[in-house]
């Protein structure tokens, strides 16, 4: 079983950056691949961004390439999302998410473990 907790949400005028983090509650990440997901208000879920545990390639959402960065804190023991230029667009309940898998997906119903969310808002 795998607990996530994500952290670093809040409210950002648009052009801010904001961080996320999401904490494997103890467990490593090894094995497991992570990604991250938003969902505004009357959307559905979507993809954000993923990070591979083989090779740590990474992939992002058209939207959010180039301004999003999905890493590993290694020291810390945390994947994090750095945002900036933000846009109040992003607005959205932040996922963090795990698959244990061949790969990783865009897919939300592919990942088998997911955080609570945090909220970002960003005005305009």
């Known amino acids: 079983q795998v607990q996530l907790v994500e952290s670093g949400g809040g409210l950002v005028q648009a052009g801010g950056s904001l961080r996320l983090s999401c904490d494997p509650s103890g467990r490593t990440f090894g094995g497991y691949h992570m990604g991250w997901f938003r969902q505004a208000p009357g959307k559905e879920r979507e993809f954000v961004a993923y990070?591979?545990?083989?090779?740590?390639?990474?992939d992002y959402a058209d939207s959010v390439k180039g301004r999003f960065t999905i890493g590993i804190d290694n020291r810390a023991n945390t994947m994090y999302l750095q945002m900036n230029s933000l846009k109040p667009e992003d607005t959205a309940v932040y996922y963090c998410a795990a698959v244990y898998a061949y790969t990783a997906t865009r897919v939300a119903g592919d990942y088998n473990y997911w955080g609570q969310g945090t909220q970002v808002t960003v005005s305009s």
């Open positions: 990070i591979r545990w083989s090779d740590s390639a990474t």
